[in-house]
């Protein structure tokens, strides 16, 4: 069984302080995929990285695959009370037809101003 | 932008009682898959489908659950008999032709409370 161990589970910080979420695992994923949730609403899907050691930067948020494609970071910097929500990881797994996603536990960011 | 659809965002219904869940997936999509996710617990993986059929399954995903994609359109879970435990959020997904990285676009869910 694939797991993926996302750390941390909450996370409340000051407006402007910088943060990093982190997604682990001892399994090989095709890609990791980082989603955002809000309360009553499905995951909406931030990035994709692929490649090991692939760095994506989305604004003021950097998402970082590790070289060996098992882990992955999830860096905002000078948070803001918009980026407070359900921030989840997820690994591809390539299927026959199609992939299946395997999904961290979530970090709950709380962004006061 | 296209998004997929699920309806009814909420079900309520009798233990033992069967119950069908509608998704519309994103339309030039082929890949359609089923997660849940249990109050307070990671989104689990069900089932993924592809050109009318199953493609894998979770453990999860036993006699009682089945999913058919009856028109070119709609894409159905269905629970027979439903338990206590079928309470859930549950999210379908779809993505698009081709193998590479696919990402998958989900539904706001339909919460399915069992009395």
């Known amino acids: 069984t694939q797991l993926l161990e996302q750390s941390p589970q909450f996370l409340s910080i000051q407006e402007g302080e910088n943060l990093t979420v982190y997604c682990n695992s001892s399994s090989v994923f095709s890609s990791l995929q980082w989603y955002r949730q809000e309360p009553g609403e499905g995951p909406v899907l931030l990035v994709t990285v692929v490649t090991g050691g692939e760095v994506k930067k989305l604004k003021r948020l950097t998402f970082q695959f590790g070289d060996a494609r098992k882990d992955s970071s999830l860096h905002i910097t000078a948070a803001q009370t918009g980026d407070t929500g359900l921030y989840l990881c997820a690994g591809e797994r390539k299927l026959e037809y199609g992939n299946k996603l395997v999904f961290g536990a979530g970090t709950i960011l709380r962004v006061k101003s | 932008e296209p998004e997929v659809t699920q309806t009814p965002s909420h079900q309520v219904t009798q233990m033992g009682q069967e119950v069908i869940l509608r998704c519309v997936p994103i339309s030039n999509h082929l890949y359609f898959y089923w997660y849940r996710q249990i109050l307070g617990q990671k989104v689990e993986f069900l089932v993924s489908?592809?050109?009318?059929?199953?493609?894998?399954k979770s453990e999860i995903f036993d006699d009682q659950f089945s999913v058919e994609r009856p028109d070119g359109s709609n894409f159905t879970l269905k629970i027979r008999s439903t338990k206590l435990e079928d309470s859930a959020m549950y999210f379908c997904?779809?993505?698009?032709?081709?193998?590479?990285?696919?990402?998958?676009?989900f539904g706001d869910g339909t919460r399915l409370s069992i009395l």
């Open positions: 489908f592809y050109n009318n059929e199953i493609s894998e």
């Open positions: 997904a779809s993505s698009g032709l081709g193998q590479i990285n696919q990402p998958q676009h």
